[in-house]
C-alpha cells in the first residue's frame, strides 16, 4: 500500500488571518475556505497542503511538530517574517544552533534553517 503526506493540519482560532500569513510566508495561496476549514497549498494538485481548523482552547505548551524552513538566506528570511507579524522564540533552540525559532500569529512555533541541499545535510 502506498502513502503519501496529503496536509499538515494546524488548529488555530483566526483560520483566515493563520492561513494569510503562511500564503505570505511560503508563496502559496489559499484554495479552500469555510468556517470549519481553510486548505493553503502551492497549487491544487501539489502536496502537501496546510489546513487550519478552528479550536476553542489557547495554545498553552511548545508544540510537538513544527514546520522547518530552508531559505536561500536566512537572516533575510527571517527578517522577511518577522515583518509578516512573526515574533522570535527561542524554545528548544540552543545559542549555537544553525537555525532561528519564529512563532506564527498564534505562536506556533517553526524553523528557520541554514540554507540546506539535502534532507540529511
Known sequence: MAVSCYSIVVDAHDLPSQARFWCRVLDWKVLFEADDEVV??????AVPGITFVPVPEEKTVKNRLHIDLAPDDQAVEVARIIGLGATRSDVGRRADAGWVVPADLE??????????NSLIG
Open 40 to 45: 493553503i497549498g502551492a497549487d491544487k494538485d
Open 107 to 116: 505562536g506556533n512555533e517553526f524553523c528557520v534553517l541554514s540554507p540546506k
